[in-house]
Structure formats: C-alpha cells, structure tokens
C-alpha cells in the first residue's frame, strides 16, 4: 500500500526513548491490520524554540479547546512540510512538552502524544500511541449508535459504559471527539493520568488494543484509502 507512509516526529528523542516506543506501537498496529508501508522517524532540535513558539500561537487551557487543531496543524508543518496534506500520510509527534492534555490529542491525520504527564511509564505512552492511532484511523466510527449524553468526568464515563455494554455504542465527551464503550478498548476515554494506567493494565492483558467494532473501523479506514 504505498500510497500510505508515516512519519514519527520527536523533539525530544532522549525522553523514554520516545521514538523507539512509538516505532514498536506502530508495528504491532500495522501487523494487526496487516499493512506493509513506510516510516520515518524524524529527531529534532530546537526544543525551547518550539515550546516558546507553542506558547505564543495559543497554549491549551482549562476546557477552552478553540483553535487547538490550528496549532497542532502549525506544530505538524513546522517539521515535516515535506509531506502533502493527505490522509494517507501520517504524521505522528511525540514530545515531553507540555501540551495541556493528560497524554495526547490528535486532529485529522496528525496525532499528537506527550510523555509529560506519563513520567517513567511508557506502558502508559503506548497505549495513548494506540488510542491516537485509532483516532487517525477512523475509529470510533461516528455511523455506530451515538449516546446523546453529556459526561464530565472518569466516573461518569465508568458508568455510562456499564449501561451501554452489549450495545456496541460510542459518545462524546468534552468535545475531545467520539469514544468507544466496548469493554477492554483503548478507543475509550478516560480524563485523569491514573485512570488511563487502568486502562493500559487493561490492554496488557487483553488480545487485542481494539475491540471487534473499532478495529473493523480501522480495517475500513484502510480499505477506503485503497479505493483512492
């Protein structure tokens, strides 16, 4: 499929061992999917440079999430403008830099994940590696049956995903975009670091980081860019 590449950006490739963490996610993603394509990995410099620059195009705070995705897409094109804006190329950035969020986000083809919160658990980066990819991939799939609820924290979520079990479901939270309420999915949401070591617990004893609905998303997600 090469139409499909991926670029790994790092600014700061001595933290966790960033790179290499990402590079092993990715692999075990693209062997579940069984896609054979192409990535970059990308260490940059000038790290205090870009925090500042960060800074000064808007830094997340508190819910406010406007005009997130703009910095995020600067943040993206600032290192790897070589790369068209497709969704076949993605690119994913991992940094320490502190991004306002517990791990990460992502927008489009472009995920983001920060080791900030995550300190010495890189299990934990990992499984944010494996929610962003969802993400980026299509999943969850805005077609699957929406619960038209708000909910505002992790013990709302909790419940909110025992009454909809079985009923292969999805919701938004907090405007971050749509999340699954399968059992034992990474495509859930949770909004404290503590609870997303839960969920990663959760992916180490599991089959498989997706469950049944997001990875068939996934599959789908493929199969549309090789209709392209």
Not at 89 to 117: C, E, M, N, P
Not at 141 to 163: A, C, F, G, S, W
Not at 184 to 208: G, Y
Request: proline share 3%.
């Amino acid at each position: 499929m090469s139409e499909i590449s991926y670029n790994i950006i790092s600014y700061d490739p001595e933290k966790l061992g960033l790179i290499k963490i990402t590079k092993k996610v990715l692999a075990d993603f693209l062997n579940l999917v069984g896609v054979d394509v192409s990535v970059q990995c990308l260490e940059c410099s000038g790290r205090d440079q870009l925090v500042s620059e960060w800074e000064t195009i808007g830094y997340y705070e508190g819910s406010d999430d406007d005009g997130f995705p703009g910095r995020l897409l600067t943040l993206s094109s600032k290192v790897a403008s070589q790369l068209p804006a497709s969704k076949g190329h993605k690119r994913i950035l991992v940094t320490s830099i502190d991004i306002g969020r517990v791990v990460g986000t992502s927008y489009g083809w472009i995920a983001i994940i920060s080791s900030h919160q995550i300190q010495d658990d890189p299990e934990t980066f990992a499984t944010t590696v494996f929610h962003e990819l969802g993400h980026i991939h299509g999943a969850p799939n805005t077609e699957r049956k929406k619960v038209d609820r708000q909910v505002n924290n992790d013990p709302e979520i909790v419940e909110l995903e025992k009454e909809m079990q079985g009923e292969n479901a999805i919701y938004e939270c907090l405007d971050f975009g749509e999340h699954c309420l399968n059992q034992n999915c990474t495509m859930r949401q949770r909004l404290t670091f503590e609870n997303w070591k839960v969920l990663t617990k959760e992916r180490l004893a599991a089959d498989s980081p997706y469950c049944e609905s997001c990875l068939a998303n996934i599959m789908s997600h493929f199969e549309a860019l090789k209709g392209k």
